[in-house]
């Protein structure tokens, strides 16, 4: 019996079905070896080599495999078509000692067919492949390792830094700083009403130029002018120009464009769109079906389709739409420059599969998740939508010649929005309005003239599906990092939410600033651009791995060294407290941390007691503890017992010492000095009490 091994159980699940009982299919669960967690595990003096070990947890899968190869006729390694999945088999062939020739398969697509494939083509594991992975680990364990402590001291303990998240979040800080600084311009458009004589059609022709250059209303006077002046004139068409525009479908998708689109028309943020996309990748139980995969590999930054797959679609569009929707010639899109084109683009593995016949056999997002890449795909290979286009010059003839322009378009053929239907080609043809019958030398009467004010916008605030785009043309990154990039930057509460707006914290901010004034090379895009161009290089075979290290590690640990003496001459003497340690006797000295201040033994490491700090902001209203002031993972202040887990009381407002008498809700401290009082937080009650003045300077934040 031969041994096939993926990483993923969902993988080795639909693997299996296909494969029969001449295999076995298990799993590894991703790496089985990694750096080490609580160390670099770098050996910088030695040519950066890696200190493996093996990953925790793994030692059970270990065991389970070991005695899978031991029985195997033949191993082989069929881990994700990238760098990562690569690597994961190179760390496999190392850990078991196996050959490293013929050995590795690989396919975009986990079909019976590409499986089966790929199982006639074994080959060696791609060093390059290889390299490029481990240079990418070690230089992110470098500039994490390195970074991250300097943060703490500087800022606050807890925080991290990273060579992609920290130059997404100077992206996201720049544009915050943009629009609060962004001076608004001002601008008129002016419009004509007009109509033919006897023909009751209004037609709205907007201001263009004057003489026949095209002019910039800025200011309310030349607004006025142009208004009199238009009003004063004759009015009649100088020319008509029809024409036919055609509308190209896009290409189908990538990670990017996936991401991009899952985010604003499904409304599901980048982590949840990838964990959604995977199961559509490596199966999902469908009743009837078993355990399918239904799209090709989902992490590409590529456009290209299959030969196969495109005279699957050239086939079903003539079926489904008729010929007249498949184009002359089969539809191909350029992949940008600098994007790795080993796989191809994001599509349904068989257009047989429709998302219709499976809506009530998926749980509703990867329904609609797959509906998005299948329509895309099939609208990516069908004929443009072809539309009858009408733009009308009407001057005004008085002291000068004021030109208008009227425009419009209505639909001539469907093409690739005929994928979208029922909805898209209802809404089309609903918009589409009939072009007005109007000739050369026409005449036509004035009815009314609009000037409108308005004023430039600062450019909207980052959304994810926005932040994604931007990290993809700006090079930051790669498809697989995109959705944790933004998740990492959540989590360590460098921003937040408006709605779906990105908008970065107070840390955030702080963060970035520290980063750009001692690492501005880390912080600058085109130096992470061109870092992510060097390890294309190293999968390309063009240049060694340890080369790339050498050359950023000098310049990067003299900053770090700067950056580590400049916070040992600005860190302030930790503040004693009156407490004694009850481990060691030592009098404990005041730390703080994310979450707040505590008290810790000044012999850490060599004692590490800790306990609450003293000075509460309140009373607990449930037991009589003090109350603590707290930061949660999104930045927000909140209040919780100090006597916690035995008390459970938390508020997101200071409480007072007492439950509302009245209705036995959490009373809040509101104002200072003589105006302080307690308030019920129930606003239905109101009931509001005279409270005496605070002993310590710790009062309400309102």
């Known amino acids: 019996m031969d041994l096939v091994i993926v990483e993923s159980p969902h993988k080795a699940k639909t693997i299996a079905k296909y494969l029969g009982r001449e295999y076995q299919v298990l799993a590894s669960g991703g790496h089985v070896r990694d750096l080490p967690e609580h160390s670099m595990g770098v050996d910088i003096e030695h040519g950066f080599k890696p200190e493996y070990v093996v990953t925790d947890g793994k030692k059970a899968t270990i065991d389970t495999l070991g005695k899978a190869i031991a029985k195997a006729d033949r191993v082989y390694l069929a881990t994700d078509p990238d760098r990562e999945g690569e690597a994961i088999s190179w760390h496999l062939a190392q850990v078991f000692n196996l050959p490293e020739d013929d050995i590795r398969i690989e396919f975009n697509e986990i079909s019976k ?17 290889v390299d490029a992975q481990q240079a990418r680990r070690v230089l992110d364990r470098l500039v994490g390792y390195k970074l991250s402590p300097i943060l703490s001291r500087k800022i606050k303990s807890g925080l991290s830094a990273g060579r992609v998240q ?8 720049d544009r915050e700083r943009e629009i609060l600084n962004f001076k608004p311009e001002e601008y008129w458009n002016i419009f004509a009403m007009l109509n033919k004589g006897g023909d009751s059609a209004i037609h709205k022709c907007e201001f ?13 006077e030349l607004a006025d002018s142009i208004v009199a002046g238009s009003k004063a004139g004759e009015w009649s068409v100088e020319s008509v120009k029809r024409d036919t525009s055609v509308n190209r479908p896009a290409p189908p998708f990538t990670t990017s464009t996936m991401q991009q689109d899952g985010a604003s028309k499904l409304g599901l943020t980048p982590p949840k769109i990838m964990q959604i996309a995977q199961q559509l990748y490596e199966g ?19 456009v290209r389709v299959s030969d196969d797959a495109q005279r699957e679609a050239i086939a079903h569009i003539k079926s489904v739409y008729g010929d007249a ?119 036509f009467k004035l009815k009314e003239m609009k000037a409108e004010q308005k004023f430039t916008t600062p450019p909207p605030r980052y959304t994810d599906a926005t932040l994604v785009k931007g990290m993809e043309d700006n090079g930051i990154g790669r498809p697989s990092t995109y959705a944790a ?50 390890l294309d290089k190293i999968e390309e075979g063009g240049v060694q791995w340890q080369k790339i290290l ?116 959490t009373m809040r401290i509101s104002g200072s000095g003589e105006k302080r009082k307690y308030v019920c937080v129930d606003r239905n009650c109101g009931y509001i009490e005279p409270a005496p003045e605070a002993e310590t300077s710790q009062e309400s934040e309102e």
């Open 113 to 129: 067919k590409a499986v089966l494939n790929a199982l006639k083509r074994p080959r060696h594991i791609n060093d390059n492949l």
């Open 166 to 173: 920290s130059v997404s979040l100077k992206m996201i800080v």
């Open 208 to 220: 263009y130029d004057i003489d026949g250059k095209k002019l910039k209303v800025d200011n309310k």
């Open 284 to 302: 999902v139980d469908i009743p009837g079906m078993g355990h399918t995969a239904l799209v090709t590999y989902i992490r590409t930054d590529s």
């Open 325 to 443: 929707f498949a184009p002359d010639k089969p539809n191909f899109y350029k992949t940008k420059s600098g994007s790795q084109d080993a796989h191809e683009a994001i599509r349904p593995i068989s257009l047989e599969a429709d998302p219709e016949a499976l809506k009530d056999k998926l749980e509703r997002n990867v329904y609609k998740l797959y509906k998005l890449i299948y329509d895309r795909f099939v609208a990516s290979q069908m004929a443009p939508a072809q539309y009858d286009t009408l733009t009308v010059r009407v001057v005004s003839h008085s002291d000068k010649e004021y030109g208008y322009l009227l425009k419009g378009r209505t639909l001539k053929f469907l093409g690739w929005r005929a994928a979208y239907t029922p909805a898209g080609a209802e809404k089309e043809e609903k918009d589409a309005k009939t072009l007005p019958d109007i000739s050369e030398g026409e005449r």
């Open 485 to 534: 990039t933004i998740t990492v930057l959540s989590k360590r509460a460098y921003i937040d939410k408006d709605g779906k707006s990105i908008v970065p914290t107070q840390l955030g901010e702080t963060v970035c600033d520290m980063l750009v004034k001692y690492f501005p090379n880390i912080m600058d895009v085109k130096f992470t651009s061109d870092m992510e161009l060097d």
């Open 550 to 665: 050498q050359d950023f590690y000098p310049d990067f640990i003299d900053k770090c060294h700067a950056a580590h003496s400049d916070s040992l001459k600005m860190r302030p003497k930790a503040e004693e407290s009156d407490e004694i340690c009850e481990k060691c006797g030592a009098r404990m000295v005041i730390r703080e941390s994310k979450f707040g201040k505590f008290l810790a033994c000044p012999n850490y490491p060599n004692c590490k007691f800790t306990k609450p700090y003293g000075g509460y902001a309140a009373v607990c209203p449930k037991c009589g503890k003090g109350i603590l002031r707290k930061v949660s993972k999104k930045g927000k202040v909140f209040y919780s017992c100090s006597g916690y887990p035995d008390c459970d009381f938390i508020s997101w407002d200071l409480p007072a010492p007492h439950f509302c008498p009245q209705c036995k809700s």
